[in-house]
């Protein structure tokens, strides 16, 4: 059974900070990529973040120097910190497991419930 479960949203004043988490269980995590999506309400999910199984990352250009992603092959964790936190922010947050060679991403069938950000003007 694979098992994707989000976690770490909340409300948060423009320029704060969250860290979100993503736990993952009935895959092998460490030879697979992870990406992070949002959706915000009345527009497509969107790649905000990838990396792969050796650790490379890539980020959407909307993020680029305020987020950083990475995993912990130990907990089967994938994270988000989310820094500068601006109003267009907001969203829910979903973790995916796909692959990643080298800057392309391919998402996976796989999605958890989400958590929800939202960052007040």
């Known amino acids: 059974q694979v098992r994707l479960v989000e976690s770490g949203g909340g409300l948060v004043q423009t320029g704060g900070s969250l860290r979100l988490s993503c736990t993952t269980s009935g895959i092998a995590f460490g030879i697979y990529g992870m990406g992070w999506y949002r959706q915000a309400p009345e527009k497509q999910r969107e790649l905000v973040a990838s990396?792969?199984?050796?650790?490379?990352?890539k980020y959407a250009d909307s993020v680029k120097g305020r987020f950083t992603i990475s995993r912990d092959n130990g907990k089967n964790t994938v994270s988000l910190q989310m820094n500068s936190l601006k109003p267009e922010d907001t969203a829910i947050y979903y973790c995916n497991v796909g692959r990643q060679y080298g800057s392309t991403w391919y998402s996976g069938d796989y999605w958890g419930q989400g958590t929800q950000v939202t960052v007040s003007s």
């Open positions: 990396i792969s199984s050796t650790s490379s990352t």
